[in-house]
């Protein structure tokens, strides 16, 4: 089975940026739908971004659009999430995770295939 490792997460000061990646240990990869979870203390997980298997397609939540922006490199099997302009209650645990369809890309409870999460810590 795929699995998926996360980096990038780190502390980072309001407005500052970051990049995040997400490792798959299979080729498989590439087929795959893969999705940007986060879930801040004591609140549901929630959806940031997901993007189809060739890049061509991507969605975001209302909350993160404009300012962050996932993409994929197939070749290295590693999807990517940019986070511009960072505010304080983007402040999370991050998840990458591979949903087996587009149509449940955005529900979480849904999903089977995660990674360990990435915290990011976003200060004013």
């Known amino acids: 089975q795929v699995q998926l490792v996360e980096s990038g997460g780190g502390s980072v000061q309001a407005g500052g940026s970051l990049r995040l990646s997400c490792a798959a240990s299979e080729r498989a990869f590439n087929n795959y739908v893969m999705a940007w979870f986060r879930q801040a203390p004591g609140k549901e997980r929630e959806f940031v971004a997901y993007i189809n298997w060739s890049g061509s397609y991507t969605h975001y939540a209302d909350s993160v659009k404009g300012r962050f922006t996932i993409s994929r490199d197939n070749a290295k099997n590693t999807v990517y999430l940019q986070m511009n302009s960072v505010k304080s209650e983007d402040t999370a645990v991050y998840y990458c995770?591979?949903?087996?369809?587009?149509?449940?890309?955005?529900?979480?409870?849904?999903?089977?295939?995660w990674g360990q999460g990435t915290q990011v810590t976003v200060s004013s």
């Open positions: 995770a591979a949903p087996y369809a587009s149509t449940i890309a955005t529900q979480w409870r849904s999903i089977d295939l």
